[in-house]
């Protein structure tokens, strides 16, 4: 079976993936598209519309590729319910409707939404050791990570196209394994071969070249032209990584080392729903151009628990931005910061963090020693505080420099402000979870 990666996060490019529905003779298409703070936004979004609370590109990315899947054959798998999975499913029939495609079957994966459940168990702690109970009145959302059991219930049905909300992502992709070979839940060698898969493939090109190139070090021929990856997956659990022939990028040993080793908190055993993975035994072999087989995954059993992600509400973040040029251009950016922060104390700010980069000196490794003098450099000061007025007043004060601090201050930002959405973890007994699973037949639309 082959697998063709539509989507890596949830800004990705859509080409890739129509050239995937066209030409890619894939069987299934995977939209991977839910970050760690997105379910809480489209939580969000859904208190105010009904309707809405599923991926904003959802329509557009089914647009694109609807009318190739469906010629071809092609079954749609998807986090892009993020928060409204039946909304996404109602908005997904509507596409094709549109485009005279006739009656789309959906399923849809729900039960994720485990908010209720969280507020009756405040006993449960969070991941740095505070109960739940600290941060429920804020609480936005909280949702478990499900594996691939659900999905492959929906896929059982017959879909055309599945939508969940949050699941693992390599969940996403070792159900539509599972199902097409029919493994078994506990076939810990074909799990372990799957979830490695799943893992390699979930960030789309981070696997065939992107996030990766760096001239004169790491060379990436045809970086603008992308090829999103294929997974082929055998059903003895054989796994080989390529992409779409004729496309930029490079799968190798290298890139798929990399992205193996990406958020991956424990090589010995990596939690995931379905299995706790174990990858330090994991090689790479070179299997024709652009092809790499990827071997020696373990598999134990999944843990006793789901981990929960929880969106809460943090108070508010204010920023602006000034930039220095010329002769001493660092020095009276920090004179510059210095008066805003003076000015900010003075009429009785107060910030329970606040942090000064030097954009092009000190903003990702510190100002340092014997570091070169850049000629030119932009200030920010952003800080963390609990009300909107102190938010503003550091944006209003640092465009204020135009004329009201050092010499040679320009471009400066309009004051920024914004809510601060937050997320933490914790760990939920998976005996209280129920995921669910509907079909939605399209008949009337």
Not at 174 to 200: E, F, K, N, S, Y
Not at 396 to 419: L, Q
């Amino acid at each position: 079976m082959r697998i063709g990666v539509g989507a890596g996060f949830s800004d990705d490019r859509v080409g890739p993936a129509v050239a995937l529905a066209e030409s890619g003779e894939i069987d299934y298409l995977v939209f991977e598209c839910l970050a760690e703070r997105t379910v809480a936004r489209e939580n969000l979004a859904r208190t105010d519309n009904p309707e809405a609370g599923y991926t904003p590109r959802l329509i557009e990315r089914m647009e694109a590729v609807l009318p190739h899947c469906l010629r071809h054959g092609i079954r749609i798998v998807t986090n892009m319910g993020a928060a409204n999975p039946l909304a996404a499913a109602r908005a997904t029939q509507a596409v094709a409707q549109a485009a005279g495609l006739g009656p789309l079957s959906v399923a849809t994966v729900a039960g994720d939404d485990v908010a209720d459940l969280l507020r009756a168990r405040p006993d449960l702690v969070l991941e740095d050791g505070r109960p739940i109970e600290a941060i429920l009145p804020q609480m936005v959302s909280a949702n478990a990570y499900l594996g691939a059991g659900p999905i492959v219930a929906a896929l059982e049905t017959g879909a055309q196209v599945v939508i969940t909300g949050r699941v693992a992502d390599p969940s996403l992709f070792l159900a539509p394994m599972v199902h097409h070979h029919g493994w078994a839940a506990d076939d810990w060698p074909r799990i372990a071969a799957g979830t490695l898969a799943g893992h390699l493939l979930e960030c789309s090109t981070q696997v065939s070249g992107g996030c990766f190139a760096d001239p004169g070090i790491k060379e990436v021929p045809g970086l603008e032209d992308l090829g999103n990856p294929i997974g082929e997956i055998g059903a003895d659990g054989r796994v080989v990584i390529t992409k779409l022939a004729g496309t930029g990028g490079r799968v190798d040993a290298a890139t798929c080392t990399e992205q193996l080793l990406y958020e991956m908190h424990d090589p010995a055993g990596y939690l995931t729903p379905d299995c706790v993975l174990d990858v330090t035994d994991v090689g790479f072999a070179p299997d024709g151009v652009n092809r790499i087989c990827a071997t020696g995954a373990r598999a134990a059993p999944p843990t006793s628990s789901y981990k929960v992600t929880i969106g809460y509400h943090d108070g508010y973040i204010g920023e602006g931005e000034v930039s220095y040029a010329g002769i001493n251009a660092v020095a009276r950016a920090e004179l510059a910061a210095e008066v805003v922060r003076a000015r900010l104390a003075r009429n009785g700010h107060h910030y329970s963090e606040m942090r000064t980069d030097l954009i092009g000196m000190s903003s990702l490794h510190g100002m340092g020693a014997g570091r070169p003098e850049p000629y030119e450099v932009r200030l920010r000061i952003a800080a963390r505080c609990g009300s909107a007025a102190a938010a503003r007043a550091v944006g209003t004060e640092i465009r204020a420099m135009h004329v009201n601090g050092p010499a040679g201050g320009g471009g400066g930002s309009d004051p920024a402000v914004r809510k601060v959405l937050a997320v933490a973890s914790a760990l939920i007994p998976r005996d209280l979870v129920r995921p669910q699973v509907h079909l939605h037949d399209g008949q009337e639309g």
